[in-house]
């Protein structure tokens, strides 16, 4: 009998981020995750394929919205503009997770195999978002170029927005959108010789 | 007794490079790669700790020197131009090797053990460049931002230099280093929104 659990994902993955916090990703197991979340194993594993899965599946879901956002700029857009424009509007739909993306930050800073893990999405992110660009029409290697950049802009600044400390003189106010507008600012910027 | 060898390394990664293009990267031994060099297995961990270092010992060393042409770039280069010509420089340095680095791209793309390594590389080189960029008084996010672009730029030409195919419609007249300008300005080109 399989009961219904509210939000059973999202408490699974609240404590997750937790244990691994206290105890290091490596330490933890998944009957300890379902524990805490009051859930069972079973139920995890209806969410997740693995501990791992937890922190990852949301790097999915970006880069399926980071190519639609691709896919809905207008015709004629310059390529570098419709990979800035989707970073921004997917930012936007990530700005309350600010904590949870502080927690994974991390949380995969301190664990070499998930680091791994995260390059690998980085470079499926880039690829997906090149290919995105090359059917609007946009030649190689203009496509590839303009998609490493979205997603080293991309990078730059989640990780200011994930890894700002709470406190005095902290970029508190910024914005994750706000952020990404400007590195793609400073990148311009910067390849104009500046 | 120890005899020299002369050449034992180059001769070692040949046979390496040979090796795992026939048989693939998991089916070759160490003790396979020394015989068919000629060489004792001895002698092989004397220039690598082991067969994945074959591969990607070179990185290393290209590190080091894109790093020293940084710290060499006349003061007040913009950090781009900076990154730019150290990269060209190195690129004189490769171009006799387009054969190797041929083999060992299609060696690391078939070997997903091998792409992550190589992933791995890639980000610790990003690295090291923006540290090189700092230490030039280039402030953050614009020294990572130019050296991420730096690293695509090196990565999309490095990719159509060893990915030419030898024959009539390929590429086969650019050198790396061309290449490389040409990548460099149509990041610029795109940066710019064309």
């Known amino acids: 009998m399989t009961r219904w659990e509210p939000n059973a994902r999202g408490r699974l993955e609240l404590a997750a981020l937790e244990l691994y916090s ?3 990703y490596d330490q933890t197991t998944v009957a300890e995750i379902a ?3 009051g859930l069972t194993e079973r139920t995890f594993f209806r969410h997740f394929a693995d501990k791992r899965e937890v922190l990852f599946y949301g790097a999915g879901m970006l880069q399926d919205w980071l190519v639609a956002g691709i896919e809905d700029a207008p015709a004629g ?3 570098i503009d419709a990979v800035g424009g989707s970073l921004e509007a997917v930012a936007r ?3 309350e997770r600010r904590d949870l993306a502080r927690q994974r930050l991390a949380i995969v800073t301190a664990t070499p195999e998930l680091q791994e893990r995260e390059l690998i999405k980085l470079a499926n992110l880039s690829a997906a978002l090149a290919e995105a660009l090359r059917r609007r029409g946009v030649p190689d290697p203009g ?3 303009a998609a490493e950049a979205g997603v080293a ?3 730059v600044a989640f990780q200011r927005w994930a890894g700002q400390a709470a406190g005095p003189g902290d970029l508190g106010g910024q914005t994750l959108a706000q952020l990404i507008r400007d590195s793609l600012a400073e990148l311009k910027s910067i390849a104009a010789g500046k």
Request: proline share 11%; hydrophobic share 40%.
């Open 153 to 155: 802009v991309f990078r």
């Open 22 to 24: 206290e105890r290091g």
């Open 93 to 95: 739909s990530l700005e």
């Open 77 to 79: 857009l310059p390529p």
């Open 143 to 145: 496509a590839s170029l």
């Open 35 to 37: 524990k805490r979340a």
